[in-house]
């Protein structure tokens, strides 16, 4: 139905940053909001940042001032740029999209990206 293309991530030292960028593809009729969300080794999966169409924001507290998202209606695009990186913040990081299709409204959709690995070390 509707598909994410994450890119972005790789490894990067304490204190560096680093920008994910997420691109949904289909037959999108409308986004209601967009986000990230990462995955630790042996922990749960949570959500990380998150966009609606109205603009509004929400951060996980442990990324706030230092995590931005963003959003380009044009291209169906999220993006998540990381300063200040830390250790913990290493997961692999997943894009979700939710709204509607053209072929298949009212019908909402709840996308996924196959998540993309982002490692801070020295």
């Known amino acids: 139905q509707v598909q994410l293309e994450e890119s972005g991530g790789g490894l990067v030292q304490p204190g560096g940053s680093l920008t994910l960028v997420c691109e949904a593809s289909?037959?999108?009729?409308?986004?209601?909001?967009m986000g990230w969300y990462r995955q630790a080794p042996g922990k749960e999966r949570d959500l990380v940042a998150v966009?609606?169409?109205?603009?509004?924001?929400d951060y996980a507290d442990s990324v706030k001032g230092r995590f931005t998202i963003s959003r380009e209606n044009v291209n169906n695009a999220v993006y998540l740029q990381m300063n200040s990186l830390k250790p913990e913040d290493t997961a692999v990081y997943y894009c979700?999209?939710?709204?509607?299709?053209?072929?298949?409204?009212?019908?909402?959709?709840?996308?996924w990206g196959q998540g993309t690995q982002v490692t801070v070390s020295s």
């Open positions: 289909g037959r999108i009729y409308s986004i209601n909001a």
């Open positions: 966009v609606t169409s109205g603009g509004s924001t």
């Open positions: 979700n999209v939710k709204g509607y299709t053209a072929s298949t409204y009212p019908r909402p959709f709840d996308s």
